[in-house]
Each structure stands twice: as C-alpha cells, then as structure tokens.
C-alpha cells in the first residue's frame, strides 16, 4: 500500500533532495574522473605467454623461454602510458608467487589454479587464472588401441573424421605416491604420412590438404592443451574427394610434448588409421 | 576461449543496452579484451557505447548479407581493449523481418560468437526484448545469461516467460547458465518499486536475483544521452558502481 498523501509528498521531497544531492554528487565526483593525460584511465593486458606454470618453475612462453607477465595502461585519449608501471599480484602467493619483474613462479607445492590481478597506478584489473601445474613426466595413449579403421564416405561427413586420439600427461612424483596429471599444458600433434597431409599448420589453409588435424569444433588445429583430467585429443578430417577411388592406405600422427628443453618420456606417441576411400 | 554473455529480457525498455554497454566498459576498463555485440535492430548500442566519430554503421546485418567483412565492421572505442559490433544499417529499415529470418535460419550468429569467443575473454550480446528467433539464436550461443528487469509492476508478469524460454534453451545447450536477475531502474524512494523488488525476491529462487541493483541515475541518462557508458564518464555514481561490482562478480563466475 501506498501512504497517505501528506507521507507521499514528505517522501517525495525527500526524494527531491535526494536526486538533489546525487546531482551534487555527480558533479563533484566528475572531476575525479582521470582527464590528466598522465593519469591511468584504463588497462590492456597482454595473453599468457602459457597456458600454465609448472609447480617449481617460472612461466614459460610455448618455446619455453621464461616471459613475465605483461601489460599496458591507457589514458582517457586510449594512448599507452609505457611509464606507468603494471604490477601483477598473485592472490594464492603460497600456490604462485610474483616478482618484481612480474615473473610468476610456481611454488613446488603448487597444483591449482590461482587468481592473479593487475595494478596500475591504483586502477585494478579484474581478476584472472593462472593454473599452476605438476611438471609433466609421462605422455601416454589414453586408450588402449592406437590403431583404428575408417571407410570414408561420398555422403555422410561424419564417417570421414577419425576416433579422437586420445593422450594424457602424466607427472610420476620422485617419491612413492599415486601418479597424477598435467593440466592446462600443451601437446603437439602432427601428421607425418603420407607426406601429401604432412605439411599441416593449425591453420585454415589446411583445409585444402587431403587430411589434416582439427580440434572440438572442428577447426584445424595441431595442438591442444590437456583439460582437468591431463587429457589431449585431436582427430583426423579427411577430405574425401582428394582420395583415389577404393584406395587403401594410412595415415600416421604423431604427439609429442615437450618440457623446456627435453621432450617429456613417452614422446613421440605414435596413432595409426587405416582407411579405405569410396 | 572467452565467454558470451547474452543480456535479454521480455520487456524492452528495461535498461536492457545499458547494462550489455555498461557492463562491456567495466570489463575492458580493468583489463578484459572484450566485444560488445549488438543483435538488436533497434541498434541502440551506437548511441551509447563511447564509439569515435564518424564510425561505420555498417554492422553484424551487412556481415551476414554479405556487405561487409568482419574486420572493417569491428570498431573501436576509447577503450583499448574494448569493441564493438554494432547491428548495422539494418536499423534504417521500416521492416526487420527479412534480417530476423536471416538471423533464425542460419547458423551465422553462432559462428560470429564462436569466432569472437576464440578472440576475446568476454563477448556481451545485446538482445531485442522478447523472446524471438533472435533472442533464441543468441542464448543458443553463449554461455551466460543475465536477465534485466525494472522494478516495476508489469516486470514481474512478463519475468517468468523469459526464464522458461532460457530453461528451454538450457536443455539443449548445457553450456547456458543463468547468472541471474539484474534489477535495473531501482529507486528506494519510489514505494512501488520497493514492492516489486521485495516480490521478486520472495518468489524467486534467492540465488536467482542479483543482490547488485542498479539505481536509477541521472549521470547514468547523461552518459547514454553523451554517448559513453556510465561507467566511463561518472565511475563514481551509484549506477556506474553497480556495473563495476556486477562485472567483478561476474569475472569470479567465468572463471
């Protein structure tokens, strides 16, 4: 119910003063806003150089070279104040630490994911993740049989993409103990025969080979980063018209992973599919 | 890959590309490379998201029509990490049913979202109001939801249509998540919308209903009238300061 109508009015006035007030507020706090060109008005952070940092070491770009995280601040005209200094801030420091030069360094202990902010000038950044990892050791077939079959087909695309190729990262701890996975760490397929389809790029422009890897979504794609179980997976597209009628033959990937300077055990994992064109 | 979040409603006027434009500014402000995607025809995103001078209008309608490419129709704003794709020259025509066919038949929404997603951490769709084929291709696509709802008494008999539309489209996209009802326009001097939200508390589900309201604010129908976000042109006022702690929390949930 609505009050009676002297309430009603009190409270409009009272409202009145309010927007009033507000106004006044507005208005003082508009020159708060940082219209100093010298002032941070906004932030642009840079990608991760990785996808994850290993437990006991330092982020590392995919050609495993040490890369601090990185960033820029913006004037109110979006130009880069490169004297401003961004320093990221680790909110796990006992799972992740940070450094001065904005190195983020896994603790040994670390296997989780940490939430990591930037700062610059008092303007923060909205939070993001940073999973810190167990160092990979062992990559395996996920599935017992590495080796497939497949009869393409004029019609049905579906019969023309493989089985997923199935891998996990596996890290064996130094000490006796239950084996765990690598998360969120890249793996690298490729196809190395016939040498029609081994040209591969992850890109695009391989949609015109007779074969080539594609990710989830079917897009080509040569590597992939393992999920929360330590998993990788690609398949195999083939485009089916590039095939010689009733041929029959091979095609052979390869998987590999690598940590910093030495391919992890196990690599390269070899698949196998047999196919047979319409 | 990011995430899409699309900001629907059943009633339009509801602060609906308010918050999709706010929001967007918030995240690219603290660090977010985000895209601000506008699907509605009515295309009032360009009037409110800080675009520079003399942008393009050419937009998501010339892309699917084949006008446009999608480089030359992504714009940028005064905020480095934040772009726009506007709906396009669609808005000038007195008949959108060809580009809402156009947007229902095919899969070209979900492949520009797709696209997007791969590129950006946050994609923010801002829908038409009601429950069309449009809205039902955006939530198709995404990830999240965030439904706006003014408190106002009419709100509360049209907010359960859209919550059955997002359940249905939930049981074929598992991706979709509700992240809640957005209450927009509040004024805690006005005892009828007080009652509205006090309503839609008690009868929703309490995780449901944001405990972020936004006010009403004059700064905020100044920027939009300015053409910047709110956030941008008056941080400090109590709308602007809703959309930065809606987009916090929101970060926490994408995560």
């Known amino acids: 119910m609505i009050g009676p109508a002297p309430r009603g009015r009190h409270r409009r006035a009272a409202g009145t003063v309010g927007v009033l007030a507000l106004a006044i507020v507005a208005s003082a706090t508009c020159t708060k806003i940082p219209t100093n060109p010298a002032s941070v008005f906004s932030l642009a952070l840079d990608s991760l150089p990785g996808p994850s940092v290993v437990a006991g070491d330092t982020l590392r770009d995919t050609n495993g070279i040490a890369t601090p995280l990185s960033g820029l601040a913006y004037n109110i005209q979006n130009q880069p104040l490169h004297t401003v200094r961004v320093q990221f801030i680790s909110l796990s420091p006992g799972q992740l630490g940070i450094n001065s030069s904005n190195f983020a360094i896994g603790t040994p202990s670390g296997d989780s994911i940490v939430r990591v902010v930037a700062d610059a000038d008092g303007l923060q950044s909205l939070p993001f993740n940073v999973p810190v990892v167990l160092k990979p050791t062992n990559l395996v077939h996920a599935d017992s049989d590495s080796i497939s079959t497949m009869t393409l087909s004029l019609t049905n695309p579906d019969s023309n993409v493989s089985v997923p190729l199935n891998i996990f990262l596996i890290h064996q701890p130094d000490t006796l103990g239950a084996d765990s996975v690598t998360r969120s760490y890249i793996v690298h397929y490729q196809i190395v025969y016939p040498a029609s389809a081994?040209?591969?790029?992850?890109?695009?422009?391989?949609?015109?080979?007779?074969?080539?890897?594609?990710?989830?979504?079917?897009?080509p794609a040569r590597t992939d980063t393992t999920d929360g179980n330590g998993m990788g997976t690609r398949q195999v597209n083939f485009s089916v018209a590039q095939f010689a009628p009733k041929s029959q033959d091979s095609i052979v990937v390869l998987v590999t992973a690598a940590?910093?300077?030495?391919?992890?055990?196990g690599s390269p994992l070899r698949f196998v599919i047999h196919y047979t064109a319409p | 890959m990011g995430q899409v979040l699309s900001v629907v409603s059943q009633k339009g006027g509801v602060g609906k590309t308010t918050t999709a434009v706010n929001l967007a500014a918030a995240f690219a402000r603290r660090g977010q490379r985000t895209l601000l995607v506008d699907v509605d025809p009515q295309g009032a995103v360009r009037y409110g998201a800080g675009l520079r001078r003399g942008h393009a209008t050419r937009g998501f309608f010339d892309y699917i029509t084949g006008q446009s490419?999608?480089?030359?129709?992504?714009?940028?704003?005064?905020?480095?990490?934040?772009?726009?794709?506007?709906?396009?020259?669609?808005?000038?025509?007195?008949?959108?049913?060809?580009?809402?066919?156009?947007?229902?038949?095919?899969?070209m929404l979900r492949d520009v979202l797709t696209e997007a997603r791969s590129r950006c951490d946050v994609v923010i769709v801002d829908t038409p109001p009601g429950l069309g084929a449009i809205v039902r291709r955006a939530l198709e696509a995404s990830q999240h939801a965030l439904v706006t709802l003014q408190c106002e008494p009419l709100a509360l008999q049209t907010t359960p249509q859209i919550l059955r539309a997002i359940q249905d489209i939930a049981a074929t996209n598992g991706e979709l998540t509700l992240d809640?009802?957005?209450?927009?326009?509040?004024?805690?001097?006005?005892?009828?919308?007080?009652?509205?939200?006090?309503?839609?508390?008690?009868?929703?589900?309490?995780?449901?209903?944001?405990?972020?309201?936004?006010?009403?604010?004059?700064?905020?129908?100044?920027?939009?009238?300015?053409?910047?976000?709110?956030?941008?042109?008056?941080?400090?006022?109590?709308?602007?300061?809703?959309?930065?702690?809606?987009?916090?929390?929101?970060?926490?949930?994408?995560?």
């Open chain 1, 198 to 219: 081994a040209g591969g790029t992850g890109t695009p422009t391989d949609s015109t080979l007779p074969a080539y890897l594609i990710g989830g979504v079917g897009q």
């Open chain 1, 259 to 265: 940590y910093r300077d030495s391919v992890v055990a």
């Open chain 2, 69 to 107: 490419g999608l480089r030359e129709i992504i714009l940028p704003t005064q905020l480095p990490w934040l772009r726009v794709l506007l709906v396009g020259t669609v808005t000038e025509a007195a008949n959108h049913a060809g580009y809402q066919s156009l947007v229902a038949d095919t899969d």
């Open chain 2, 180 to 255: 809640g009802i957005l209450l927009t326009m509040y004024e805690a001097s006005n005892p009828a919308c007080v009652r509205v939200a006090e309503y839609v508390r008690k009868h929703l589900p309490a995780d449901m209903v944001l405990d972020i309201v936004v006010p009403r604010s004059a700064a905020a129908a100044d920027a939009f009238a300015a053409g910047q976000p709110v956030v941008l042109r008056t941080p400090a006022d109590p709308a602007a300061q809703a959309y930065v702690n809606l987009a916090t929390l929101l970060a926490e949930r994408f995560q």
